[in-house]
Nanobody, 116 residues
Framework: QMQLVESGGGLVQAGGSLRLSCAASGSIFRISLMGWYRQAPGKQRELVAD???????NYADSVKGRFTISRDYDKNTVYLKMNSLKPEDTAVYYCRGSRLPTLDYWGQGTQVTVSS
């Protein structure tokens, strides 16, 4: 089993930066696909970025060049560095750890608000 705890959200002006952290418990962190998702009010949850167990990354087109996902195996933590933030990045950001089809865990979410 894996528990995920996000932190680092907050209020920032457009053009600013934030770094989200997701601390994972459990040894399966090392073999899991880790991802960041977001859900804005009235919209479906969407993938922002994910990173495989060997460090391969994937990004949504809307965040390419602005966001960077990374993972620290010593700290069992995955990060999302967000630069050049826009008001449309405002959402609740969720961390996900998975090794499908049987393992799929979500954090509680952290709010990111970008003011114009």
């Amino acid at each position: 089993q894996m528990q995920l705890v996000e932190s680092g959200g907050g209020l920032v002006q457009a053009g600013g930066s934030l770094r989200l952290s997701c601390a994972a418990s459990g040894s399966i962190f090392r073999i899991s696909l880790m991802g960041w998702y977001r859900q804005a009010p009235g919209k479906q949850r969407e993938l922002v970025a994910d990173i495989t167990s060997i460090g391969m990354t994937n990004y949504a087109d809307s965040v390419k060049g602005r966001f960077t996902i990374s993972r620290d195996y010593d700290k069992n933590t995955v990060y999302l560095k967000m630069n050049s933030l826009k008001p449309e990045d405002t959402a609740v950001y969720y961390c996900r750890g998975s090794r499908l089809p049987t393992l799929d865990y979500w954090g509680q979410g952290t709010q990111v608000t970008v003011s114009s």
